[in-house]
Nanobody, 122 residues
Framework: QVQLVESGGGLVQPGGSLRLSCAAS????????MGWYRQAPGKQRELVAD???????NYADSVKGRFTISRDDVKNTVYLQMVSLKPDDTAVYFC????????????????WGKGTLVTVSS
């Protein structure tokens, strides 16, 4: 099995910063894509950012220039550095990873964390 555990969420004032982390553990051969989704109350879950095993990144338009995604393959961890936070960033942030659990698994399967709440409010 593979588990993803997020940390770093909390309450922050508008304009503040927060760093999320997500550590994967379990039966991991390699991890392909890793990333973050978020879901605000009454809204659909949306992709925030993702990063491939080769380091290519992709961001939602709403967070470009403010959020930075990175990964540490030694620690099997993905990070999301968030700056200039806005109330609209308030959401539960979910980590995901496409994990290869065995060498014969070329594509990997998606695993999700339970989510960490980010609240941006004054």
């Amino acid at each position: 099995q593979v588990q993803l555990v997020e940390s770093g969420g909390g309450l922050v004032q508008p304009g503040g910063s927060l760093r999320l982390s997500c550590a994967a553990s379990g039966s991991i051969f390699t991890i392909n894509d890793m990333g973050w989704y978020r879901q605000a109350p009454g809204k659909q879950r949306e992709l925030v950012a993702d990063i491939t095993s080769g380091g290519s990144t992709n961001y939602a338009d709403s967070v470009k220039g403010r959020f930075t995604i990175s990964r540490d393959d030694v620690k099997n961890t993905v990070y999301l550095q968030m700056v200039s936070l806005k109330p609209d960033d308030t959401a539960v942030y979910f980590c995901y990873a496409k994990v290869r659990t065995h060498w014969s698994d070329y594509y990997g399967n998606d695993y999700w964390g339970k989510g960490t709440l980010v609240t941006v409010s004054s």
